[in-house]
């Protein structure tokens, strides 16, 4: 199992991102993949969450609601977020993991039930 993310960057507050998270060694139709963010001295926080399996299930925390999507490309194995109208409070390094079939339906995401990571990308939001 392999999840390899890439995409992050210097932006400034209202600028745009997308991050890619490239799977391999697991099918995505039955797996859950999840952004997870950490920014320094603060705890993990679940940001989004796509999972297939269950009917299709999307999650997103209230920190990113409608601001943040996330898709994915099974030809490409690979889970995309879009992040729009990022703020300074984004500053963070974004993982991608895996671990559950399905996403929680209702919030929050436990980030602990997602036990393989892939490396972070840094995402920074600044002026």
């Known amino acids: 199992v392999q999840l390899q993310a890439s995409g992050g960057g210097l932006v400034q507050p209202g600028g745009s991102l997308r991050l890619s998270c490239v799977v391999s060694g697991f099918n995505l139709d039955y797996y859950a993949i999840a952004w997870i963010r950490q920014a320094p001295g603060k705890e993990r926080e679940g940001v989004s969450c796509?999972?297939?399996?269950?009917?299709?299930?999307?999650y997103y925390g209230d920190p990113v609601k409608g601001r943040f999507t996330v898709s994915l490309d099974k030809g490409k194995n690979t889970v995309y977020l879009q992040m729009n109208r990022l703020k300074p409070e984004d500053t963070a390094v974004y993982y991608c993991?895996?671990?559950?079939?399905?996403?929680?339906?209702?919030?929050?995401?436990?980030?602990?039930?997602?036990?393989?990571w892939g490396q972070g990308t840094q995402v920074t939001v600044s002026s």
């Open positions: 796509i999972s297939i399996y269950g009917g299709g299930i999307y």
């Open positions: 993991a895996t671990g559950p079939q399905t996403c929680v339906v209702h919030g929050p995401m436990i980030v602990e039930e997602f036990d393989k």
